[in-house]
């Protein structure tokens, strides 16, 4: 699980939209795959390994998030080989789902990129 407290004082808030700040969908897809990545990299197996985006599927938004909201992100496993990587991801906010998606990942090793 992951939190991020989204303050106003977000860069991209300057643009996104000045009268109506409302939080990139696609920030909040990086939040919950990095979240994944991370969770991935720390299985015993892939130690000195980083997650690669590979592929997103069933990408839905369903509420916006605003400065002050509360985001949880939420990361479940649902395959893992040598070298991929499969989650489902959740955020939300107050317990009300905000985006979800099953995010794929090609798992290569750090030091060469490969």
């Given at each position: 699980m992951g939190i991020k407290n989204v303050s106003i004082n977000e860069p991209f808030f300057q643009g996104h939209f000045p009268a109506q700040p409302i939080m990139p969908g696609v920030l909040i897809i990086?939040?919950?795959?990095?979240?994944?990545?991370i969770l991935l990299s720390q299985k015993l197996e892939h130690a000195g390994k980083i997650a690669v985006?590979?592929?997103?599927?069933?990408?839905?938004f369903r509420r916006q998030v605003v400065p002050?909201?509360?985001?949880?992100?939420?990361v479940e496993?649902?395959?893992?080989?040598?070298?991929?990587?499969?989650?489902?991801?959740?955020?939300?906010?107050?317990e009300s789902l905000v985006a979800q998606a099953e995010i794929k990942f090609m798992l290569v090793d750090a030091e060469t990129g490969s």
């Open positions: 990086e939040a919950m795959a990095q979240l994944a990545g985006l590979l592929s997103m599927d069933h990408v839905k002050g909201d509360r985001l949880v992100l939420e496993t649902l395959r893992v080989k040598a070298r991929t990587g499969h989650v489902r991801a959740v955020a939300s906010v107050d």
